[in-house]
C-alpha cells in the first residue's frame, strides 16, 4: 500500500495575479463590446497588470475605474473594479472568474458613440508603492448617476474584484 501527501500554497501573489488579469481582461471586453479603441490598453497592458497586481498584493488597492469620454465631453458609462480582502486565504476558495455571466451583462450595456475613448483610474484604501506609468488624476464626479451592481466578477483566496455599472440614462 503506497500514500501520498500533497499540500498546495496559494500567496496573495496569486490572488493579485489572478485578479489583476480578470479585470483588465474584462476591461477589454467592455471596451471591444463598446466598440472603443482598445490599442492604449493592450499596449501598456504589461505594465498596469503589474501595477495593479502589486497594489492587490500590498492590499492598497480600491477600487480600478474605467471612464468613458464621449467626444460631446460626458463621461458615460463608469465602470467601478472594487477589490475587496480577506484576511487569511480560504483552503476551500478557488480561483474563479465570471465571464459567462460578464457577456450577459455586456448584453445589457448601452451603446457610446462613435469617437468615445477611455481613462483608467484606481483608488486606494490606503498608503500604496509608486508605480510606473501611473500618476495622480482627477475622476469624473458621479453625482446624479444610476449605479448598477454586477456582483462579484472574479474570486480567490485572499479576495475578490466585483463590479458596478454606473450611467446617466
Known amino acids: 500500500m503506497s500514500t501520498s501527501t500533497s499540500t498546495s500554497t496559494w500567496t496573495i501573489v496569486h490572488t493579485a495575479t489572478h485578479l489583476a488579469d480578470v479585470i483588465l481582461g474584462s476591461i477589454a471586453d467592455i471596451l471591444g463590446h463598446l466598440g472603443i479603441d482598445a490599442t492604449r490598453l493592450f499596449s501598456t497592458w504589461a505594465q498596469d497588470e503589474s501595477a495593479i497586481s502589486a497594489w492587490i498584493a500590498e492590499q ?21 473594479f472594487p477589490v475587496t480582502y480577506t484576511s487569511t486565504g480560504v483552503a476551500e476558495k478557488t480561483f474563479t472568474a465570471d ?46 448617476m444610476r449605479s448598477s451592481s454586477f456582483g462579484t466578477l472574479a474570486g480567490a483566496p485572499h479576495g475578490s474584484a466585483g463590479l458596478r455599472y454606473l450611467t446617466s440614462k
Open 60 to 80: 492598497s488597492l480600491d477600487t480600478v475605474v474605467l471612464e468613458c469620454h464621449r467626444p460631446s465631453g460626458v463621461v458615460d458609462p463608469i465602470l467601478e
Open 99 to 144: 465571464r459567462a455571466s460578464l457577456a450577459r451583462y455586456l448584453a445589457k450595456l448601452g451603446t457610446v458613440p462613435r469617437g468615445t475613448t477611455y481613462r483608467l483610474f484606481v483608488t486606494f484604501r490606503t498608503a500604496r508603492t509608486p508605480q510606473p506609468g501611473w500618476s495622480p488624476g482627477s475622476r469624473a464626479g458621479t453625482d446624479g
